[in-house]
């Protein structure tokens, strides 16, 4: 039986449950370079170059497997622009018998795949996508009949169900959760890790001349382009990170610094998210350093959260909620990202690095996400969908099923509490605390008024004040609206009217950043 096998872009898995008892003497593997996957957002053009290039060297890997691949480029001049119509072409070449596909990673793509049958009247076997932990089903069976969806909870069963930093039914060191060890701030060290960058061969460089001829106005810079595209070096960096960087990735995660790009953390998440590295396997291997004294359990512990608690967490949230999740607005928030999203053009320096380093690279870690440019457009406003798109675009290991429930969901209150008992939001008093960005910055961090003010600190008062009717109850928010209360009518007045002035002017400068 002749079977047509699909493999989209973040399915880069020798082993992917579409292969699996498939037989590649009857087999046709198909990847398609689309411009409707390029362009359904802005995409950053490292994404793309990233997408494209490891696709490539993919199709390379697979042939050398024994797999009959028939590769579809973008600048093919029949190319058919979207899935659904290379799929078509794909049965006029080689009138398969059916399709095998492992199912799609967002809801978009998801009812693409469900057409097929239909419109090509061929059996389409849709196979689960068995490189996550949890199956739809069996998060659902764990989130049903809750009142709240603690992912807590959620990674616990998770440890136990893999064994991973479990002595029998206890959690190794008595506790399932270090993150209060976890909240150092960093100093330049010049012994921090620098992870491998990898120079562009002959089929990168071919794509880095695509994107930057198609994509030039697309947001991002190609330069310095130095990602794995490969399996084999996406594990010589995965192997670096359990080496050098994850003894104190615990100690630092939350921790930035001005011109640091990685600090310790492992920048695995776009090799993780296109199926070159598999997650399971790195947690189990972070276990190992543990379990032999190369690393402490704050940073091991820190980092398989991470990875079987959030991930899974947010996969499971992402299909749970279904396709109109990305349309909630719990705040009512409907101001525009202000133009310099897509420049870093700012004089508030903490931004200006977290965008400027994503322009550069497609990348920024989790406390920059959350607490730079999340919490700043969380403070002024910003309308939920719009932010989710910013991110989508942006980030290099962006795929909607993940970004999506970290956006929307945790970092801007979209969904009104479901995954977060309380915004994720803080005066400059946080950063200042947890980097050494306000050092460098032309606004003093501990004025709340005036014209020298960190924006950050009456935007904060700002945002509790303009949501008290929908946030005053919250019992994770009482010491800051008490705060509020205590002060004088003046001074809550002057707070007020100085974010007033502040998001005037962001107004006033607004454009789409297109
Ligand atoms: P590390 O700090 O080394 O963490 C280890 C691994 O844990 C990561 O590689 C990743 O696989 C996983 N991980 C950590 N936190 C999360 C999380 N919250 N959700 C899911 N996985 C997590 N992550 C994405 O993979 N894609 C996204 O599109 C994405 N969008 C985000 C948007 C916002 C607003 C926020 C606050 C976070 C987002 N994250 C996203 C989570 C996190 O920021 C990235 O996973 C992390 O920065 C990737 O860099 P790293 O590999 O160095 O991670
Ligand atoms: C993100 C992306 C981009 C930019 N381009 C392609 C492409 O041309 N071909 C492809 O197979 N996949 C691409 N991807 C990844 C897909 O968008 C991703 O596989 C789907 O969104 C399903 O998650
Ligand atoms: Fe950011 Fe305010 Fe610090 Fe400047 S002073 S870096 S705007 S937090």
Redesign the pocket.
Known sequence: MKTLVPILGDQLTMTLSSLRDTDPADAIVLMMEVAEETTYVRHHKQKIAYIFAAMRHHARALADAGWQVDYVRLDDPDNAGSFTGEIARAVERHAPDRIVVTEAGEWRVAAMLDSWETIFGLPVDIRADDRFLCSHAEFDAWASGRKQLVMEFFYRDMRRKTGLLMDGKKPVGDRWNFDKDNRKPAKNDLFMPRPHAFAPDRVTKDVLALVADRFADHPGSLDGFDYAVTAADAERQAAY?LEH?LPQ?GDY?DAMLTGER?LW??????Y??SGLLD?IDLCRRAEAEYRAGRAPLNSVEG?IR??IG??E??RGIYWREGPDYVSRNFLDHHRKLPGWYWTGDTDMHCLKEAIGQTLATA????I???MV??NFALLIGADPAE?HRW??EV?I???EW??L???LG???FGDGGLLGSKP?ISSGAYIDRMSDYCGHCRYDVKQRVGKDACPFNALYWDFLARHQDKLGNNPRLRMPYSTWAKQSAQSRNETLSQSAIFLQSLDTAADDGY
Do not use: C, K
């Open positions: 990170f960087a990735f995660e990685h953390h492992s920048i695995l998440s776009p993780i998210n997650p980092y991470q990875i959030w991930r967490y947010m990348h920024a870690h989790h920059q996400r959350l440019t999340g932010v991110y989508l980030y290991d962006a795929y993940v970004e429930p970290n956006t945790m970092s801007q994720y």
